[in-house]
């Protein structure tokens, strides 16, 4: 079991920048990968980042050039690093890791830009 602990999201006006973090309870070693995705009021679930183990990143074209994933291994923590907010992007933003093809997700952290 592993649990995914997210933290980091806000009220931003739009422009602005916010960092999100998501640490594991286990070392992200041998994981498929971990992502960050959203969903926004009446929407589904849509993929925002994702990362593997081995550093390859892919990103949503809306949030292409503005957003940017990463991963600290020895912090088990990914980051998802935020800039250019647009109001579009209010949403809750959910962390999954991904291990033996197998999902755990974090409990959520809301991220809301005013225009």
């Known amino acids: 079991q592993v649990q995914l602990v997210e933290s980091g999201g806000g009220l931003v006006q739009a422009g602005g920048s916010l960092r999100l973090s998501c640490t594991a309870s286990r070392s992200m070693f041998s994981i498929n990968y971990m992502g960050w995705y959203r969903q926004a009021p009446g929407k589904q679930r849509e993929l925002v980042a994702t990362?593997?183990?081995?550093?390859?990143?892919n990103y949503a074209d809306s949030v292409k050039g503005r957003f940017t994933i990463s991963g600290d291994n020895a912090k088990n923590t990914v980051y998802l690093q935020m800039n250019s907010l647009k109001p579009d992007d209010t949403a809750v933003y959910y962390c999954?890791?991904?291990?033996?093809?197998?999902?755990?997700w974090g409990q959520g952290t809301q991220v809301t830009v005013s225009s």
């Open positions: 990362i593997t183990s081995g550093g390859t990143t």
């Open positions: 999954k890791l991904v291990r033996n093809w197998r999902d755990y």
